[in-house]
Nanobody, 123 residues
């Protein structure tokens, strides 16, 4: 059984930082592309960042230069370092695993999802 668990959310002030973690079990982590998505209240889920199995990373324009995605295959864990946070970054952040080299920021291409972790940025 595949489990995807996000941790690290919280409440921070504008300009602050958070580091999200995503630990996956029940699959061969090395073989899965990984992505971070978020959903704000009343809005659709949007892709934030993804990393291929070759550790190539890409980001949504809204977070470029502020967020960094990484993965540690030995720990079956992916991270999202978020710096210079803004109120518009508020939302529930989801981790996803997709079979194949890369799934981009298309949510429909990911196979397994976590329950999400809440990130709230106060102004």
């Amino acid at each position: 059984q595949v489990q995807v668990v996000e941790t690290g959310g919280g409440l921070v002030q504008t300009g602050g930082s958070l580091r999200l973690s995503c630990t996956v079990s029940g699959l061969n982590f090395d073989d899965y592309a990984m992505g971070w998505f978020r959903q704000a209240p009343g809005k659709e889920r949007e892709g934030v960042a993804y990393m291929t199995t070759y550790t190539t990373a890409a980001y949504a324009d809204s977070v470029k230069g502020r967020f960094t995605i990484s993965r540690d295959n030995a720990k079956n864990t992916m991270y999202l370092q978020m710096n210079n946070l803004k109120p518009e970054d508020t939302g529930t952040y989801y981790c996803a695993a997709g079979g194949g080299v890369q799934c981009g920021l298309l949510a429909g291409l990911y196979d397994y999802w976590g329950q999400g972790t809440q990130v709230t940025i106060s102004s």
